[in-house]
């Protein structure tokens, strides 16, 4: 018994030293401040600002975030595409304006879908083709003794069966490739009156795809036909009015660029011409300033006594006869 005790006393010991140590440094780095851009800062313990430690947590979760954004990219298809696409035509025209525009012609017009979508889901909660089986999670219908139905599923499962219209996948699905059909319209000129086939079937590429998702919502039994309709129409109607904020309509001559660009085009122009115009005025003014110059520079006849120069190699009448010569 003596020896455990006399262990025990050694290792109590030994954890008051460890105590000491820690304590002996947790002062030391209260006493000695950081320098965080030449300005001294003494360190908050239980404080973790974005300036001391943003980058490091950034740093360590890098990989995390990357795979987040992937992830929602990945979910969110009917932006993916359509920024691909701009940045793809942006590495080719080098157009900061149109990239700019379309990027932003695009989130508006999927947001402003979504945002009307939810509003009008909640507004008319029309129930979902299988809402049978989210309020009667085991098949078995009850009702009250008047004829009342009583849900007793889910009631997370409940709340949202009574949300199908009109279809947010389709109206989703319609305001981004729908925005991408009409970009792609104008940038590949479809309508420029020569016929080309081809050109029309590529603008009707992200409509199809928008089309097959909608198609998906129906034979998954989560909307009826006229809620999926609805909803592609709602998307397309944002998508235009979106894109004729920022570009032409697709069939005019200069409907391949947005607004700002033929904006920045004239500015340009412009200042060329008033650099031009400044450039001649400039010249005009240098020279005129020579000719004062070198009308200076001759012998002043102010007194009107002194004799004026003369031009001895001239072979003029009149020179001659004020010369006497004749």
């Not at 360590?60 to 795979?67: A, C, G, S």
């Not at 900061?96 to 909640?122: N, Q, R, W």
């Amino acid at each position: 018994m003596s020896w455990k005790k006399l262990g025990s006393l050694f290792s109590f010991l030994n954890f008051q030293r460890i105590l000491q140590r820690r304590r002996q440094q947790q002062q030391q780095q209260e006493e000695s401040p950081l320098q965080l851009g030449g300005a001294q800062v003494a360190p908050q313990h239980g404080r973790h600002p974005i300036k001391t430690h943003g980058a490091k947590v950034a740093r360590d979760h890098l990989h995390d975030w990357l795979i987040l954004m992937l992830l929602v990219m990945i979910e969110i298809y009917s932006v993916l595409l359509p920024i691909c696409v701009f940045i793809f035509v942006y590495f080719r025209r080098r157009d900061v304006y149109d990239l700019h525009h379309s990027v932003l012609g695009l989130l508006f017009a999927v947001l402003i879908t979504a945002v009307i979508t939810d509003a009008i889901k909640d507004a008319v909660g029309r129930p979902r083709p299988d809402f049978f089986w989210r309020c009667f999670s085991d098949g078995k219908d009850v009702y009250d003794r008047w004829g009342n139905v009583v849900c007793h599923g889910n009631k997370a499962d409940i709340k949202e069966g009574h949300k199908s219209f009109p279809s947010g996948h389709s109206s989703w699905s319609f305001a981004g490739l729908g925005f991408l059909s009409l970009y792609l319209s104008g940038k590949i000129k479809v309508f420029d009156r020569k016929g080309h086939i081809a050109k029309l079937c590529i603008i009707l590429l992200p409509l199809l795809a928008a089309s097959l998702v909608a198609v998906s919502r129906v034979d998954d039994y989560w909307h009826h036909w006229n809620d999926v309709f609805a909803g592609g129409f709602l998307g397309l109607v944002v998508a235009t009015f979106c894109y004729r904020q920022f570009f032409p309509n697709p069939y005019d001559d200069d409907g391949w660029g947005p607004y700002a660009y033929f904006d920045a085009l004239l500015e340009e122009s412009l200042n060329d011409n008033e650099d031009t115009a400044a450039q001649t005025t400039n010249a005009l003014t240098a020279q005129a300033m020579e000719v004062h110059v070198v009308n200076q520079s001759h012998p002043s006849n102010e007194d009107n006594f002194s004799t004026p120069e003369l031009d001895y190699g001239s072979t003029s009448r009149f020179d001659d006869i004020e010369l006497g010569r004749r």
